[in-house]
């Protein structure tokens, strides 16, 4: 059955530099190429941010992240305004700008936004939920 699925970024980041943290069915479904994998410009903006704060623990390039995630074969979803004005109702489950976006995002397309926080799980039964190792 073909499935569309966004990443949000922390499991786009494992996706990419770590997918022994995810499951072996997560790493079948995202290799699956019957299935359609979003990444969010949202999340290569916050990879940026989070690199520009050079912290110790945080170690990515937005270039390369965005260049291995084209090359993974990954299909980007652009920021559309009407994703951010999705985002005016939603109800404040989190303060996140990039979650919220995520999840509308998640409601436009419509597609399944698997992420590690579970937070998320209370906007919509499209969120699914990763446990990560």
């Known amino acids: 059955m073909r499935s569309t699925f966004l990443l949000d970024t922390n499991i786009l980041l494992c996706a990419l530099i770590a997918p022994e ?4 069915e997560i790493q079948g479904q995202l290799g699956n190429s019957d299935n359609t994998v979003y990444f969010s410009a949202a999340s290569i ?17 937005p270039e390369d992240i965005y260049s291995l995630a084209i090359a993974t074969g990954f299909t980007e979803l652009t920021i559309q305004a ?3 004005i999705r985002t005016e109702n939603m109800p404040w489950h989190h303060r996140d ?4 976006l995520l999840i509308a995002q998640t409601l436009s397309l419509p597609a399944y936004l698997l992420t590690s ?4 799980l ?12």
Do not use: C, G
């Open 82 to 84: 009407q994703h951010t």
């Open 97 to 100: 700008p990039f979650d919220r």
């Open 21 to 24: 943290r995810l499951s072996p």
């Open 117 to 120: 926080d579970k937070v998320l």
């Open 122 to 133: 209370q906007y919509t039964e499209l969120v699914q939920l990763i446990v990560l190792k």
């Open 45 to 61: 903006w916050e990879i940026a941010i989070k690199a520009s704060l050079n912290k110790m623990d945080f170690s990515f390039s």
